[in-house]
């Protein structure tokens, strides 16, 4: 419940704790969260260690991702002087 909650899948505390996002999640990955068995619990937490909380961004604040490969700037020149092949 703990990591639910940090996932923001649970909301308050005890009895009056709202679980509707963590009875989701077990319903799309066809689990009930009341009849769990002891694999499926183990399922579970795996989930929801990798359960990635994704956020609505306005299209107006999503910006391109540049690209990560450096941009090398370099220019063949031949030299006449040099008589030998390198390849």
């Known amino acids: 419940m703990q990591l639910a909650k940090e996932k923001g899948l649970m909301i308050g505390e005890g009895k009056e704790a709202d679980i509707e996002g963590l009875k ?9 969260l009341r009849a769990l068995t002891e694999d499926q619990a183990n399922d579970l937490i795996k989930i929801l260690m990798e359960y990635q909380i994704i956020q609505d961004v306005p299209e107006e604040n999503i910006q391109p991702v540049e690209d990560e490969t450096p941009v090398i700037d370099a220019e063949v020149v031949e030299n006449p002087d040099d008589e030998t092949e390198p390849f």
């Open 24 to 32: 989701l999640l077990c319903e799309d990955n066809g689990m009930s």
